[in-house]
């Protein structure tokens, strides 16, 4: 993000209407609101809500759609992380100075979260686990996480293909957010925010990414067809994280890193980076 494009977003914000208008449509997602919604819960005249909407939409913070005879306001996430990876692009510079080779000292700390913490950031933290060849140190938490701990057949699955289970457990964000949790480097979010799942924010962070993924917890389907899906769920993961762990994080300027991870969530991109990579 250029200095001018940051400085209007954040001109635009500097108004506690305008500031009270993104944080409803980032709390509303990717389903967004409609303009008489906004003023409905904000208590702003419509004609002034206009007014706001469209100084909003002309600095690229938010995005209109049509659905039916409806325009639906809808949050640019991207656009809203790009502009705090430019506040942030410096903190952590100087305690993560990149060798000749691009290495650093210390290990990245990193975080994955989901809701239940039983699933996918298990599957993602053992992973990393194995594959960070002692660059990283992986975690994972969650939102509301389940007291029955990781799913069984999670950690069936990751004990057949050679991972160590020893560790995983199911566990609250909490955990990492006091004064002697480890510092974060990086989180990355696994929950369907599609369907309104939220995730908590952690301050001081190189970058965060949001890469959303089917809830086990949620498919109904025959053994087979969740055994396929389990697979799937670990493959897809695996290969993400293989370009993670290859890219020159000590090296990348903050809004560069925050772009290539969010590449991420998309399969295709994914696919091409493999296909590239080969």
């Keep these: 993000m250029e200095s001018l494009q940051a400085s209007s977003a954040f001109a635009a914000l500097g108004q506690a209407t305008r500031l009270d208008i993104v944080g409803a449509l980032a709390a509303a997602g990717a389903e967004g609101l409609t303009a008489g919604e906004i003023a409905h819960r904000l208590a702003i005249p419509p004609s002034t809500l206009s007014f706001h909407l469209r100084a909003l939409d002309q600095v690229g913070l938010i995005d209109v759609r049509r659905q039916g005879r409806s325009l639906i306001h809808v949050a640019r996430a991207g656009a809203l992380r790009e502009l705090a990876a430019y506040l942030t692009r410096d903190v952590g510079r100087g305690d993560a100075q990149a060798g000749a080779d691009g290495s650093r000292a210390t290990p990245f700390n990193v975080l ?50 050679g991972h160590d289970v020893s560790r995983l457990r199911s566990k609250h964000w909490t955990e990492f957010s ?93 696919a091409r980076h493999m296909e590239k990579g080969r």
């Design 178 to 270: 006091g004064p002697d949790a480890p510092r974060m480097d990086f989180v990355v979010t696994l929950c369907d925010v599609v369907s309104g799942q939220s995730c908590p924010d952690f301050a001081g962070l190189r970058a965060t990414a949001a890469w959303p993924l089917p809830d086990p917890a949620k498919f109904s389907g025959s053994a087979a067809e969740r055994a396929t899906l389990l697979n799937e769920l670990h493959a897809g993961l695996r290969r993400r994280l293989e370009i993670f762990v290859s890219l020159p994080l000590a090296t990348l300027d903050a809004m560069s890193l925050a772009r290539r991870l969010d590449e991420l969530a998309d399969p295709h991109a994914v």
């Design 112 to 161: 994955f979260l989901c809701t239940r913490n039983s699933a996918r950031s298990i599957i993602a933290e053992a992973l990393l686990a194995r594959i960070g060849d002692g660059r990283f140190v992986a975690h994972s938490a969650g939102t509301e996480p389940a007291p029955e701990g990781p799913m069984p057949e999670i950690l069936a699955q990751l004990r057949a293909l």
